[in-house]
């Protein structure tokens, strides 16, 4: 990529890998979970895992793949705190909890909610810990793409581990993603409208790739396309590339098109630039996630590990 990418266009970039990745988080779930489910598992291991590996030390010693937090050690997590940090109806969550609960996802006890140790143990569990580690190298070497850590280099490794810390990067990625979601939810008013619109953000501009270059002289918005070159997206296409069912797809396609969120034309829905411009706000957010990421994976040895795999796979 070329080396003379101006500061708003790196970060229209970043945002762009970013809402990718959330995207790829947030379908990486188990067939079972439907997107809302996903996300309230997410927010209960979080809140579990938390106390028990807030300092670097901790990290590491639950970082390897057959290792992680025990259940003496993970902190529950209230239905009422849970529905509070999801802007959920307690009642909602009470009925979704209870049904994950006898999938044997969750399990409860006087102060609250836990993922289970088992749950993590699984083939399943670790297949997708490995899934979230090869995400946050993908997204790491496409940000390494637009030098986006050029001016802000990370750190080397504190500590090395004896084995790469698969379980520390895929709960420092569970940490990033929860953030951002929040940080963009006001834009879809709810979680599974945010996930709608993402993905039509997504079909709408994926034949242009990650890099956001503006026209000289022209202002423009951060994201530096014009609606004329958007490709409208039908209902039916969304519904398959987000697993929403096409009804309610439709549904909310028609809600956010009353609300002005996104438009629909001969061939399909577009988000307008203007709605871009919400995305946009959130660019200083998402530079400072990226870089906490990033960061974190450096001082855990995860990054050393990726540029040897990065040796090998260039020399093979």
Known sequence: MNNDMSNAEMQASALVIARDTLL????????????????????????????????????????????TVPDASRRPISISR?????????????????????LG???TEPSGIVVPEQYFLTSHGKAAVQASDDLTERTYWRLVSINYF?????????????QHPYRAVSRLMLSFSLRMLAEFKFIGGDYLNLLLLMQLQQLNTMHL?????????????????????????????????????????????????????????????????????????????????????YRSCALVGAIESWEARMEVRSAS
């Open 105 to 107: 996802v969750f399990t």
């Open 150 to 162: 050029t001016g802000d280099p990370l750190p080397p490794p504190a500590l090395r581990p004896a």
């Open 209 to 293: 790739g990650d890099q956001r270059k503006s026209t000289p002289g022209i202002e423009q918005s951060v994201s530096f396309i014009d609606d004329e070159r958007r490709v409208p997206v039908s209902i039916a296409t969304l519904s398959r590339a987000s697993g929403i069912p096409f009804e309610t797809t439709r549904r909310r396609l028609r809600d956010l098109t009353e609300r002005g969120v996104c438009y629909t034309g001969e061939h399909g829905y577009i988000i307008p630039s203007a709605v871009i411009d919400d995305f946009a706000k959130s660019a200083g957010p998402n530079r400072m996630n990226f870089i906490r990421l």
């Open 24 to 67: 790829e988080t947030w379908k990486g779930r188990h067939p079972s979970l439907d997107p809302i489910d996903a996300l309230l598992v997410a927010t209960v291991t979080q809140a579990n895992l938390e106390p028990a590996t807030s300092s670097l030390e901790n990290q590491l010693e639950y970082s390897a793949l057959d290792r």
């Open 82 to 102: 849970l529905a509070d940090s999801m802007d959920l109806r307690f009642e909602t969550v009470r009925r979704r909890v209870n049904r994950l609960k006898g």
